[in-house]
């Protein structure tokens, strides 16, 4: 008897049957663009600004991303897509902090939001970012008990209720422009 592809460690996007990579495998530009809900050409111009990202490039010129790459790619779509950095922000971050991004970076200024904004209207009309899609499973209750009782310090609380806030600002235009 043959086992259903899920049993089998097999995903199956799109009729095709692949097997799972380990999560410290290397991942092609399209396996990281699908994750991230990034485009390729973006992965491939962010190379050309972030020096940080070097993902290793065989026969051919396939690009094959290393976690750590991964794991840059999605902090630096975070301050770009939702913090509201410019690009020359995220450089100087990267610069400041010796080529790592802490994860306790604050949102963005207005005044870098504002240049962001500059930067997007003079580039012209793009399709938004697709969001990735939240996960709704529940957590294990270890997990959620671990959540609930651990201290956040002062300047993660702050920068979780600068987000919380603009996020709500922004549901509250669209609403309006809904209504």
Do not use: C
């Not at 290393?66 to 975070?78: C, E, N």
């Not at 938004?128 to 959540?147: D, I, K, V």
């Not at 609380?157 to 549901?171: C, D, F, H, I, S």
């Amino acid at each position: 008897m043959t086992e259903p592809a899920e049993d089998a460690g097999l995903d199956t996007p799109a009729g095709r049957s692949r097997p799972k990579k380990a999560p410290n495998a290397f991942r092609t530009i399209s396996e990281v663009a699908d994750e991230l809900h990034i485009p390729q050409h973006v992965l491939r111009f962010w190379e050309t600004k972030f020096t940080q990202v070097k993902p290793l490039k065989r026969g051919g010129g396939r690009r094959y991303y290393r976690p750590d790459d991964i794991a840059l790619l999605r902090r630096i779509s975070d301050l770009l897509y939702i913090q509201g950095y410019t690009i020359k922000g995220v450089q100087r971050l990267l610069r400041e902090s010796g080529g790592r991004l802490a994860d306790d970076i604050p949102p963005a200024t207005a005044e870098e939001r504002e240049q962001a904004a500059r930067e997007r209207e003079a580039a012209g009309p793009q399709r938004p970012p697709e969001l990735p899609m939240l996960n709704l499973a529940p957590l294990p209750a270890a997990l959620t008990a671990a959540r609930m009782t651990r201290p956040r310090s002062e300047p993660e609380a702050e920068r979780l209720r600068a987000v919380l806030a603009e996020t709500l600002r922004e549901l509250e235009e669209i609403r309006a422009l809904l209504l």
